[in-house]
């Protein structure tokens, strides 16, 4: 009962703090209010413990006419530490709003819910951007070894050839030891074969002997034959 009654003072006081088109109404209010302060200590306590509030209450209202005299404009909702302070103030004290206070607060709540997702959607977004450009430097990355992995191979294998080929070169700048071998047999044969045969030098000359003999003899006076027969 204590805490309803409170509730309907605590929202008549709110409405009461708004200045009202009459002045006189205003004046006679704000002295009733002073007097049931001054009277009324359970309602002294009740107002300190909940000046706060009333003052956020009183804000919410103001705000929440503004917002509706601009047609509901997007920059007078509530945003950050002001929606909530007014969300908790809200879930103690929901029965004393109006319809359009709530609203305004609704509002502000789906207006931060939309930037939320705006927020989550723009992360995931850059997340993707960010993964997307990790991959490309990976691939970028990859073919770059590659390509020098490519290079590496093609300049060792030029080298190896080129090793292959200063070889046989100096081969063939080196004689071969079999051809020179067989050179040499080739040149003794022609010099042996250059070289007089002893055997048929001797045969030749026997021969020319042999021709020799008969002409000598055939020179000869045949009174040297009886002379060289007659010691007999």
């Given amino acids: 009962m204590a805490e309803s ?11 009461a703090s708004r200045p009202a088109a ?14 049931l302060i001054r009277c009324w200590p ?6 300190d413990e909940d000046r706060s509030g009333l003052r956020l209450h009183r804000q919410i209202t103001e705000t929440g006419e503004e917002w509706k005299r601009t047609n509901r404009d997007e920059d007078l909702l509530y945003r950050g530490a002001r929606l909530i302070h007014a969300q ?12 359009l206070e709530r609203e305004f607060l609704s509002s502000s709540i789906a207006l931060k819910e939309r930037l939320e997702q705006r927020e989550r959607e723009q992360q995931q977004r850059e997340l993707q951007a960010a993964k997307k450009l990790a991959e490309a430097e990976r691939k970028r990355a990859e073919e770059q ?6 290079a590496l191979l093609f300049a060792i294998a030029a080298l190896g050839v080129a090793l292959v080929a200063a070889y046989f070169w100096l081969l063939r700048l080196q004689p071969d030891p079999r051809r020179t071998v067989r050179e040499e047999k080739l040149s003794r044969k022609k010099q042996k074969s250059n070289e007089p045969d002893p055997r048929r030098t001797v045969r030749e000359e026997k021969l020319s002997r042999k021709k020799q003999k008969p002409s000598e003899s055939a020179g000869k006076p ?3 034959k009886l002379l060289l027969r007659q010691p007999e």
């Fill in 5 to 15: 009654f409170r509730s309907i003072v605590a929202a008549a006081l709110s409405k």
């Fill in 22 to 35: 009459d002045s006189a109404d205003y004046a006679r209010i704000d002295v009733s209010h002073e007097a």
């Fill in 42 to 47: 359970r309602l002294r306590r009740w107002l």
């Fill in 88 to 99: 908790e103030w809200r879930e103690r004290h929901e029965a004393e709003l109006n319809p």
């Fill in 145 to 150: 070894t590659r390509a020098t992995r490519r």
């Fill in 222 to 224: 045949k009174s040297n």
